[in-house]
């Protein structure tokens, strides 16, 4: 598969296996052909059952075959070669686009490509198919009962949930088919499955990365993101997204901040003990932590108490309308009805949630400043497929998974999922890194660093 491909690249500053395929196709390491043939075979597999919506050989062929010429010639690209995997929100001309949905209304022929998929092709990345997701987007878990449920890449147990919205595009990296993949991010999307696949998701600062020609749940909130290995290859992704120099020489946080809130309550066993364990591994590589509640998160955890949450709201009032169309019986029940929730939040209580929203971000600026916090990703692991059959079960878990990353989302702030090991039967745990909004290259160096420090943690 494409992982064994990537383990010679090493990890340049900044920039993670990626950046140096190029050196390695030069050395007769590594070809384009022939790891997009290892990427198809293994996406034909067992293990990646749900993994892809939609995947064409023949066009991923043709592009990796149009890389090693350039490569060939000395005309190499950023990303010649590199297949990247693309959650099925994403326009690309003449490809069909589901949002994850068998309703009519939610599939779309592109007509104008993305411009983050744009980007990326010029650069030379292969598009590696359209993977699974939530209907809608609109899901913590990964159940997708019309195209199925990609399979967590770490059970070695029973089949356990990949994580949603973007479980395909997760699953597809942690089993080393492609080396990255985008997905989208409102409530948790992206960080979510990275935790529970034990890889690395980032969800920038909202408006970083363009969102033109991307499926929206609900704008004021949606990013798009990045799930990779390592946080060097997002920080190399994110580089060239931005057209932005190599890591090195961004501000350092002041210090580790891990908030006293509701992000530490109820933690599964395994995710306390990891994260005990990443907090003693990054202290004593001289990273200075405090304990301390934040105001901010708990004016934002009051407001969606009194109010509910303003994603629902907001993808109501922009999706509502297929509740009442002829096809809503095609919609995922589970979807169905968190959509249907938002319906009960008043304008007035939108609006005093988008108030309580405004305050709560600059409070954070005056609270936090220039240090970053650290918590749990997920308060669980990931639970078993088995389970999550009962709506009500369903509706509980899913409010849970999506507890700690929606505050970081409602607050704007840029953040990370790094793994931090598993436990028996492969439960993986990740630990999110935030920074204010705008920090994102500090961050992620910040994040570059820790991955460091985190290989030393204890087993």
Known sequence: MFQAAFRTAGTES??????????????????????????????????????F?????????????????????????????????????FARI?????????????????????????RMEEL???????????????????LNPHYGAPVNALS??????????????????????????????????????????????????????????????????????????????VAFLDGLICREPALGGYPKPSGLVVPETIVLDGLDPIVADRFDRA???????????????????DMLHSAMERHGAPVVAEAYRRHGGLLRGPDVGLMDPNVRRRLSAGAEISDRSLDELGLALRQARRCLQRELGTEALAFPTVPIVAPMLA??????????????????????SLLDMPSVSLPIGTGPGGLAAGLQLSMTRGRDRALLEFARDAERSLALMTP
């Open 14 to 51: 900044g920039g993670g296996g990626m950046s140096s395929l190029p050196l390695q196709f030069d050395a007769g390491l590594w070809d384009p052909v022939t790891a997009v043939e290892a990427a198809l075979d293994g996406a034909g597999g067992d293990r990646a059952r749900h993994v």
């Open 53 to 89: 919506i939609a995947l064409d050989a023949d066009d991923v062929r043709r592009s990796a075959e149009a890389s090693r010429n350039r490569l060939r010639r000395g005309e190499a690209r950023p990303l010649d070669g590199v297949a990247i995997a693309w959650k099925d929100v």
């Open 94 to 118: 003449g490809d069909v686009s589901t949002a994850g949905s068998r309703m009519p209304a939610l599939r779309t022929v592109g007509h104008r490509t993305a411009p983050i998929v744009h």
């Open 124 to 142: 030379g990345a292969v598009f590696f198919g359209r993977t699974n997701l939530s209907e809608m987007a609109l899901g913590g878990l990964g």
């Open 156 to 233: 070695l147990d029973r089949d356990r949930a990949p994580g949603g919205s973007s479980s395909g595009s997760a699953v597809a990296v942690a089993l080393g088919l492609v080396p990255a993949a985008f997905g989208t991010d409102t409530s948790g999307s992206i960080r979510v499955p990275a935790a529970f696949n034990g890889i690395t998701g980032f969800r920038p600062s909202q408006g970083r990365y363009p969102e033109a020609g991307v499926f929206a749940l609900a704008p004021d909130l949606d990013t798009v993101g990045i799930l990779a290995r390592g946080a060097g290859d």
């Open 279 to 297: 907090l003693s591994a990054l202290s004593s590589q001289g990273v200075r932590i405090t304990h301390r509640p934040l105001q901010s998160f």
């Open 387 to 408: 389970d999550l059959v009962d709506p009500d079960s369903v509706a509980r878990l899913n409010a849970l998974v999506l507890r700690n990353t929606m505050l970081g």
